[in-house]
């Protein structure tokens, strides 16, 4: 018979699990940097490499890592669409921003 166990669960992390979580933000932020700050990657929105430190943060943490490193990869690409500037025609932001 299997009984449920009603007490939570907590997970706590390890100081390797830590190490591992900063080197997946830096990756992530990384290249967010490559894509955004190096003219040819920017010039062709070469956004798809940002997806290396997401299926490395999805096969580590699943679900919910996946969750937030979309929503980093999002929130790190509009803010650097906002403070970086970007032409009328290549960015949907612009497009979207200008809607009457």
Request: charged fraction near 15%; glycine fraction near 8%.
């Amino acid at each position: 018979m299997v009984t449920a166990d009603p007490r939570p669960r907590t997970h706590r992390l390890a100081g390797r699990d830590w190490s591992e979580i900063a080197a997946q933000a830096f990756a992530l932020l990384a290249c967010l940097w490559i894509v955004h700050r190096i003219d040819p990657l920017r010039e062709f929105h070469a956004f798809y490499l940002t997806f290396l430190p997401l299926v490395w943060i999805c096969l580590r943490h699943g679900l919910p890592g996946a969750t937030l490193a979309t929503f980093a990869i999002t929130g790190g690409g509009l803010a650097a669409l906002r403070l970086l500037g970007t032409s009328e025609h290549s960015s949907w932001i612009s497009c979207c921003s200008n809607w009457p």
